[in-house]
């Protein structure tokens, strides 16, 4: 017999509901500065006993139904994991306030096979190579750029990348990631099925299209409240060996995954910046701290896979082409293949002026997907991963 | 005996009047011009005696003083001979002097007598028209050029003494040859689309490129096809309108091309050699004569090889391209030449030309110095870049792809549609909005609009590029009679932007 359980337990879903229900309390208990990972620790009766639910909220939990909860998630497309199961990350366990149960969304058939190919499994004894990528929202120009530039890397180097998606530093990781059809997961602090931020649904979309996964903790639906932001960057914490710190003011949520990265022996990077900014003053902090300096994606690479993988991954994404998103239509992709085939140009993919409208019109779709690039003299070349690292 | 004759001088493409004052006085014989003419006016005095006493008239033996007025225009050429001469006939009593008051002369003259034929006559009558005289009396064979004229009377002469008659009152002149129509004039070799095999990329790129008056790009190795392609650019372009006809008619008579023709009925295509000084393409000189710029005015400028032509004549055609005109200032004259054309222009891929193929023996380096020779202000204004690659021995095998015919059809209807749209703003096509004027009249589905933000955010489109894009998916919207601009006419218009490939490794870390 297993010692895994082959569907979500019981308990690990009343834990869920349990945190919807009392998301009110817990948000009083982040505004009186309790860490809120001490808090997410506790046992079921203990934190209720803190956020003062009383009896009324046990008879609640009671009588609400894990199978309403898991009903709910696969109405929102949602595959849902509990810590009891082969297909949970096994590092997030390091922490003991790990979450009960996940839920997941991810581009492809089987969404919980996807996150064990992106973090690894239960079963794993070494988890793929993953590296979180954190910063500020209010990033800079320099900042994204060198963001969207790791992300790339490490991606098109088979490293996942994880971050949350939110605005500034975090999107920029997962966009560099995105346009090599690298893996990626993103990590929300509302329900799996709600793009937020909203502005970031093209991303949101984009992830799962690369093959990317989206988690929460939180149940399908969930509007997340403010506690639920220091408690989705303890997941990304644990969920990578690495963190890099992109951009960080003093005193940021940036710094707190750093923090709770630490506290679980995770290595902690951070990408130096001018002294007078105060874009790199919590990041500048971490370094004089002892954080690895990362410079570019190789000072990366070397921390997440060693020297050695370093220079095998940059060995091997030279002759591997960017995988096209999973969402591409099937002319595209004939297309792509087309020009994987050796016709290489416009005129040997179309011979007249009205095909070579569509195909023109499709071969810049391609191009703006990072897939293909014009070289000189009208040739079409596939891109190759080693472009981006 | 006093006498006045007016005629006119040419200044840029039009034409100012001049009146030509003759005094007889007794005394010892002397024939002095005054009114600052250049040499060749200076010389009418050998032309115009000769000429008078060889048309039977008599040559005064007393004092006479030519003035051109008004004396501070300067006047060059030939073009006053006849008006000197009549004025020297009639203050000599051998004309009468009231005719001339209504009437202009324009004409060079030979020795003989003989009207000989000079540039500039649609101006000149155009000039005649405008100042309220009856008639013009000009050498024959510019009769038809004149009658373009409405409300002005024509009188060809082919000497002297055929001019002396029609002042009289004895002759009406040579009526101006009847004008054959446009049939009979295509009796030469047309360039036609169908000739072309092959190249159906860059065909689409001319109908696209015809149908917006966008301007156009071809890159390709030697000997492909590109000047063969940017030939045929004028066989789809929309006919002439008769303003426009008028226009090109006056700016070719000006220049002193086709002597004797009537009406242009094509669109002009100019192909100067990459050798061509800043003041042959745009215009210049002592006194200003129009450049190729004028002359491509409502066709097309083809620029073959354009890497290899000077930095400074490149630059000239900034103005040109931005404002549809060119200011020409030499001295204390200030000549404005309209010049609304296409720029055609040709270039190779890399130094030798092969980029892309293995022949090819430029290092990255060559290629990217080759390229920023072309880039700057004038690459800038390309809206249209296209690829020109060998046709495949299958190409030859197959028939054509199109005709001119039905190609041009479907540009007038683009034409037609952009006319209607742009009514009051001023432009006439696609490629004339500006930038206020694209963010006015392009209509964007909310798809086009996310491909063309995904282009800005991945680098690849410039602010620059940005407008130019949106105009020609216009076109191209335009020739499929979209009523909005989509995402599939975006992708494809972006497909034709010029910054290839460079922005594509740029934010590569």
């Known amino acids: 017999m297993s010692r895994f359980e082959a569907v979500p337990c019981a308990a690990c879903l009343r834990r869920t509901l349990l945190l919807a229900m009392v998301a009110g309390g817990l948000e009083v208990a982040h505004k009186r500065r309790r860490p809120i990972r001490d808090v997410l620790a506790l046992e079921d009766d203990t934190l209720i006993d803190v956020v003062g639910g009383g009896r009324d909220l046990r008879e609640r939990l009671a009588a609400s139904s894990p199978f309403d909860l898991l009903a709910a998630a696969a109405d929102a497309r949602l595959a849902v994991l509990c810590r009891h199961m082969p297909d949970y990350p096994l590092q997030l366990l390091d922490d003991r306030s790990a979450p009960a149960a996940l839920f997941v969304r991810a581009g492809g058939e089987d969404a919980r096979a996807q996150l064990v190919r992106l973090v690894g499994g239960a079963e794993d004894e070494a988890p793929p190579p993953a590296v979180a990528i954190v910063g500020t929202r209010r990033a800079s120009a320099e900042g994204l750029e060198v963001a969207r530039a790791l992300g790339r890397g490490l991606a098109a180097a088979g490293v996942t990348v994880v971050s949350g998606m939110a605005l500034g530093i975090d999107s920029a990781a997962h966009a560099g990631a995105v346009a090599v059809g690298g893996p990626t997961v993103a990590v929300l602090a509302g329900g799996a099925d709600v793009p937020y931020p909203v502005r970031k649904r093209e991303l949101y979309d984009a992830i799962l299209a690369a093959g990317g996964a989206v988690v929460s903790e939180m149940p399908p639906g969930f509007r997340a409240f403010k506690w639920n932001f220091p408690a989705r960057n303890r997941i990304i914490a644990a969920l990578a060996p690495v963190t890099i710190v992109v951009e960080a003011a003093e005193r940021s949520g940036s710094l707190i995954t750093a923090e709770l990265a630490l506290d679980l022996g995770r290595e902690v990077a951070a990408v130096p910046g001018p002294v007078l900014s105060w874009r790199s003053r919590g990041t500048n902090a971490l370094l004089r701290d002892g954080a690895s300096l990362i410079r570019d994606t190789r000072d990366a690479l070397d921390l997440a896979i060693g020297v050695d993988g370093t220079a095998a991954a940059l060995a091997r994404a030279a002759g591997e082409a960017i995988p096209p998103p999973m969402t591409l239509e099937p002319e595209l992709l004939a297309l792509l293949a087309a020009v994987e085939d050796g016709r290489d140009s416009l005129a040997s993919l179309t011979p007249d002026p009205s095909g070579a409208a569509t195909v023109r019109a499709g071969l810049t779709e391609l191009e703006l997907l990072g897939l293909i690039r014009r070289a000189p003299g009208g040739r079409l070349q596939r891109t190759t991963r080693a472009i981006a690292c | ?509």
């Not at chain 2, 000497?159 to 054959?180: K, N």
Request: hydrophobic share 45%; glycine share 12%.
């Open chain 2, 1 to 509: 005996m006093l006498a006045h004759v007016t005629t006119f001088a040419i200044q840029g493409v039009e034409s100012r009047r001049v009146t030509v004052e003759v005094d007889i006085r007794p005394g010892l014989p002397a024939f002095t011009i005054v009114g600052l003419g250049d040499r060749a006016v200076r010389e009418a005095r050998e032309r115009v005696r000769s000429a008078v006493l060889n048309s039977g008239f008599e040559f005064p033996a007393r004092r006479i003083t030519v003035n051109l007025a008004p004396a501070a225009l300067r006047k060059e050429g030939p073009g006053f001979d006849l008006a000197i001469a009549c004025g020297v006939l009639a203050a000599g009593g051998q004309l009468p002097t009231e005719v001339l008051e209504r009437v202009a002369v324009f004409g060079e003259l030979a020795l003989g007598g003989e009207l000989r034929p000079c540039r500039g006559v649609l101006a000149v009558a155009e000039g005649a028209a405008s100042a309220g005289l009856e008639g013009l009396v000009l050498p024959a064979v510019h009769g038809r050029e004149a009658a373009l004229v409405d409300g002005l009377g024509v009188f060809g002469a082919s000497g002297l003494g055929e001019v002396a008659a029609i002042l009289r009152g004895e002759s009406d002149g040579q009526p101006p040859p009847r004008d054959d129509g446009p049939a009979a004039r295509v009796a030469g070799r047309v360039l036609d689309l169908a000739d072309v095999r092959g190249h159906g990329s860059p065909l689409r790129a001319l109908t696209i490129a015809a149908a917006g008056g966008h301007n156009l790009l071809l890159a390709g190795p030697p000997g492909t096809g590109k000047t063969m392609l940017a030939q045929r650019l004028p066989s789809i372009l929309p006919p002439l309108s008769r303003a426009e006809a008028i226009e090109v008619t006056r700016i070719q008579g000006v220049a002193g091309l086709r002597p004797g023709a009537g009406l242009v009925d094509e669109r002009p295509f100019r192909a100067p050699h990459h050798t061509i000084s800043a003041s042959g393409l745009v215009g210049g000189g002592g006194l200003p004569t129009p450049g190729e710029a004028t002359l491509a005015h409502h066709g097309v400028l083809f620029l073959d090889e354009l890497a290899e032509f000077t930095r400074p004549a490149l630059e000239a055609l900034r103005q040109p391209l931005e404002d549809g005109r060119v200011a020409i200032v030499r001295g204390q004259r200030r000549s404005v030449f309209p010049t609304r054309f296409m720029l055609v222009a040709s270039t190779n891929p890399c130094p030798c030309g092969y980029a892309g193929s293995p022949r090819c023996r430029c290092g990255e380096a060559d290629v990217a110095r080759y390229r920023r020779r072309l880039s700057g202000p004038l690459l800038d204004r390309m809206d249209l870049l296209v690829d020109v690659l060998r046709p495949t021995p299958a190409d030859f095998a197959a028939g054509p792809l199109c005709s001119s015919e039905h190609e041009r059809a479907r540009v007038v209807a683009a034409r037609e549609r952009q006319a209607a749209r742009l009514a009051g703003t001023g432009a006439a096509c696609n490629a004339h909005l500006d930038g206020a004027l694209v963010r006015r009249k392009v209509a964007l589905e909310p798809e086009g609009a996310a491909v063309l933000r995904r282009a800005y955010d991945r680098g690849t489109l410039s602010p620059r590029g940005h407008d130019r894009v949106l105009r020609v998916a216009q076109t191209i919207a335009d020739l499929e009679d979209a009523p909005i601009v989509g995402a599939e006419h975006l992708l494809e218009a972006l497909g034709f932007r010029q910054d290839v490939a460079e922005g594509a490794e740029e934010d590569a870390a």
